[in-house]
């Protein structure tokens, strides 16, 4: 029976293979520190942090995340360690900086088996930053659990000071950075769902969710959508079991009606009078999604596209995929605890048998190491039975979700493309590729990235990650180039005519052939930019945008923008950075980087990171500033949730297509009469 602790309360621990699972809501660091028996904490090599995850008998998380299993062997922690105590923090400068705005963060004790042996819900925190969760304590040779929520409103460094730490401001700051590195290279969770009670529809599009980095009517001709101030733009959903037919709703945004807007009824008015409240919701609710046929008996039910909930079938099927993405790595992720347990425990089985000197006479050891192997094999095989039919079942959810993506959502290759039409709306997400486990080669869950984009993408035509690929450098150039060209071209397609504007920045002329489609097409806003001359101008000219548009928002003045003023979102593709760039341009380029997503200019970086090891550390917060991209598959994202290392792979024109040019050269048609 799990004990549910309230602050102050311990229990007894029977096991010393445990794991402690931590559930936040929302990204939050997880840590643990190693204590003598005065409470002391002897040095930085006694604390386990995203930077250094493994000390002896111990093992935390990589990143923050909305989900942490730690795992601990207090048998193989150092005789002089009397206690572990289990840390929480809030990201710094992404996301709430208290505790008390954010969800209590839930804590249990388990066995390697997922039994819980006690369990800690963290209440009573406000302008806390960090919390000691719990403390694994030794008393009397044996280890007890005891649950602490001891808050910090100064963060790490006053939580690591408080427990004797010397080096702790220091600690924390390269904890705080090296979590920075880890959010930048994961894949942003969709936002919670808003209560229907409080749902209205507008008839544009559904506004942002607090993921986005501005919030304001989309597709409005003659407006500057991101004149409203940013929310957050760092948000997960909250956790859910690993069982994959129950999915919660990641939903998508809305707006909310004022009622000082409605127009309030009058007597004078011709027809009878409106007695209905001005403040009350009108509109219809949505839909009902569709349903899957019977099954038939001890059959689970046939999948269905669009069966989330939502107020569109875009909605609808936004929050599949994602709840897809949600199910793969959470049933993923049980299946790697459940092989860990059975790895730990024929080592278990074979040190206890090998151990006593009279099982090495005759057959008793061979017969135990036989015994011990063979149920370690029933155990994984278990575990890979039920993720096979996990997988199974998402794979037949794929085969029906597919095809019924709207082409925002869609592979270059789906038949939607061949009945395109410039869309009158924008859509909540855009398609950047694919994502997929090395249990799941099979199954891939696309990768959608809500818009407008809350940052800059990088596309990485560098060697440093990806040394198992066939290409040479040139080619590894040629296919970031390519991969660059396909997102600003499904950029360009599912944006309504006229609103969205992509820049070229290509030094050496060195990607003409890539861009050709762009270029013969018309669809860009001039010519790409060469030498420094080019570069220097279309940096002037989208910092000099980026400038009013800031002034106009902070001084409440959107109207007073000068006429000529491009009201359409902004994409800057820069190629072979940083060839052709001098300091002014490399600060006006992380300029843009930093400031631009906020007031509708987005930064496309085609770039080796070596390429920019001159400028040496200056150009690391440009790095983290972007989604990372690779132009071939390559393991370097990871989930939210339980911080998988998932492969991405581009979402390439395939080859001999003409899918690509048929797309632009509506695109550019469209765009003739917003040129006029």
Known sequence: MTAELVRGQN???SQVRLEVRVSAGRPVVAGATLSDEQGRVRGVEWVAHPGAPTLPGLEVSKQAAADHRLAFDLDALPGTVHRVSVLLALPTGVGPVRFGAVAAPFVAVTGLDGSEVASYTITGLDTESAVVALELYRRQGAWKVRAVGQGYAGGLAELLTDQGLPEARRLADSINEAVAQGLARSVSAPPPRTPDADRSRQAAASAPGPDQPYAGP???????????????????????????????YQGGGTAQTDPSAVPQPSAAATGPVDYSHPGRQTSAPPPPPPTAPPAPPGQPARPVAGDATGWSMEERLYNQVWGMFEDLARTTAAYRSAVDFADSRMEQELDKALSDPRSRIGGQGDAAREAAQAKHADLVDQARAALDRDLAQLTAEADVVEPALPAAYARWDNPVWHGYRVPMEIPMAVRLGDLHLPESEEL????????????????????????????????????????AVANAARLLAVYPAGEFTVHVIDPAGSAASSLAPLVRSGVLD???AAGATGVADVLARLTQRVDLVQMAVRGGAADSLPPGLDTAEQLLIVNDFPHGFDDRAVTQ?????????????????????????GYGPLLDPLWRALLRLTPVPDDHLADPWVGHAWTYEPALVPSGSQVLQQV????AAARRPWNR
């Open 444 to 483: 891939s869950i696309p990768m959608l990235v809500r818009l407008p984009l809350e940052r800059g993408l990088w596309i990485d035509s560098g060697r440093a990650t990806l040394e198992d690929s066939l290409a040479d450098s040139d080619e590894l150039r040629r296919l970031a180039m390519d991969t």
């Open 589 to 613: 380029l992380r300029y843009l980087a930093d400031e631009g997503p906020a007031v509708g200019v987005h930064l496309m970086l085609v770039a080796d990171r070596e390429d920019a090891a």
């Open 218 to 248: 989309q597709g409005a001709s003659g407006t500057v959508p991101p004149l409203q101030p940013p929310s957050s733009p760092y948000d997960t959903p909250g956790g859910q079991g690993a069982t994959v037919p129950q999915r919660g």
């Open 526 to 528: 001039g010519p790409p």
């Open 11 to 13: 229990h007894p621990l």
């Open 664 to 667: 632009l050269s509506q695109v």
